[in-house]
């Protein structure tokens, strides 16, 4: 009663125009069957307004289609079929299921068309969201079924993108106790940042960790750059980058440059083995020595005084300070051979030895540069006090790893939700 009592209080206000009486006559009885009202401008239109929600199907020319089960269509190019409003904090559109789909929508748009025509598109003009989705597994979710033939764009179940400057954020994902943005992949990429000119991914954590990454056989994170770094670490009060690893902690394939200082148990080089490359390699260690000491030497042949002066690079003397000598005749013994004259204008001065013959020289010098003075390597220092108790190869004094001033536990895998793939919906009868 309520229904044909709303319909029949309505029905006068409706407009008729020339040919469409009949179409507006079915409008109205399919109106009153859904308790929505209609109105009709060139085509066909339906329109209610209530206490709560509201729904309007407008059509200014072409046509505009209700059908019985409530299924909105428009043929009117920017028209489009269904409108929503809400005023007074009211909802525009609120669709619910008790078992299927509660709004679903589709778009016909042919892949030929290079137009960006979306099949749900949210405006929002105050501080909340245009799309908001809420639900106990899958709040928001969109797939990418399939690459369609002749398509050869970027394809994504779900798009973001912001034009609001350094503050817009294209996708944002928040968690209070989970992930706050988790990407899969069965064969491909499970997140992929890309930017023109700012940062493609940028992770952050007040306490944990800003960005993790884990992988069982392959790369837990791969960095790559074609003209820039292709990684960077930074720490304003802690270390920048920290590896672990057995046997080796990193591999560098190529040159590594370092400004500051390194501190190592011990160095060497390492090449194929000259003699037999293919089947052993060549370790040589390095010289170490308490102070920042440079080594020079050559061979000179002295001249028929049985001298020969000794010209070192013209920077040598603004380089290096403290200098030793070692003479070695070579050929014939030379007891009274020494170094006539010290270093002076980058040169020395060796005498007292037979004419002609040879002899190997070497001269050390402490660095006096700027950075040298600046930063001059200890030979002995108390540890800190949170080093204190601690080893720095604590395995070679009966003591387990964990004892080790550089030890870090091992990162513990987060873990991942589980993920079940979710079902299409299927298209509402």
Do not use: C
């Amino acid at each position: 009663m309520k229904r044909n009592k709303q319909r029949s209080n309505h029905q006068g206000s409706l407009t008729k125009q020339g040919a469409g009486k009949e179409t507006e006559k079915k409008a109205i009885a399919q109106a009153g069957r859904r308790g929505i009202l209609g109105l009709l401008k060139k085509g066909l239109g339906v329109a209610a307004a209530a206490t709560g929600a509201a729904v309007l199907v407008q059509a200014e020319s072409g046509t505009a289609h209700a059908d019985s089960v409530g299924n909105f269509s428009s043929s009117v190019q920017g028209t489009p079929a269904v409108t929503a409003a809400g005023t007074n904090s009211a909802l525009g559109i609120q669709a619910s299921s008790d078992g299927g789909t509660a709004l679903y929508a589709t778009s016909n748009i042919p892949l030929s068309s290079s137009a960006i025509t979306p099949t749900i598109y949210g405006v929002n003009n105050a501080h909340s969201p245009a799309i908001y989705g809420e639900g106990p597994v899958w709040g928001v979710w969109g797939a990418n079924t399939a690459q369609p033939a002749g398509f050869t764009g970027t394809q994504a179940g779900v798009f973001g993108t912001s034009n609001a400057g350094s503050n817009g954020i294209g996708v944002y994902g928040d968690s209070t106790d989970g992930y706050g943005v988790q990407g899969s992949s069965y064969r491909g990429t499970g997140v992929y940042g890309s930017s023109a000119s700012g940062t493609a991914v940028y992770g952050s954590s007040s306490q944990g960790d800003g960005v993790y990454g884990a992988s069982t056989s392959g790369l837990g994170g791969f960095f790559y750059s074609q003209s820039s770094s292709g990684a960077y670490a930074y720490s304003a009060q802690s270390t920048g980058l920290i590896a672990v690893g057995t046997p080796n902690a990193a591999s560098f394939y190529g040159n590594v440059y370092v400004s500051g200082s390194i501190s190592k148990g011990g160095g060497s080089f390492l090449i194929d083995h000259p003699l037999d490359p293919v089947n052993k390699s060549l370790f040589h260690s390095f010289v170490e020595s308490p102070d920042m000491k440079n080594i020079y030497d050559g061979v000179v042949q002295l001249d028929q005084n049985g001298e020969a002066a000794v010209t070192l690079p013209a920077w040598f003397s603004a380089l290096n300070s403290d200098y030793r000598y070692q003479l070695t005749a070579i050929g014939a013994a030379a007891p009274g051979l020494h170094i006539a004259q010290e270093i002076t204008n980058n040169q020395f001065k060796i005498a007292g030895g037979p004419a002609g013959i040879k002899v190997s020289w070497q001269v050390t010098g402490i660095r006096q540069d700027a950075w040298a003075k600046a930063y001059r390597i200890p030979v002995e220092e108390n540890k800190s006090a949170t080093q204190k108790g601690l080893y720095h190869h604590p395995e070679l004094f009966g003591h387990p790893k964990e004892k080790g001033i550089a030890y870090q536990a091992t990162p513990v895998t987060p873990k991942a939700p589980t993920f079940t793939k979710p079902t299409l919906p299927t298209k509402p009868r």
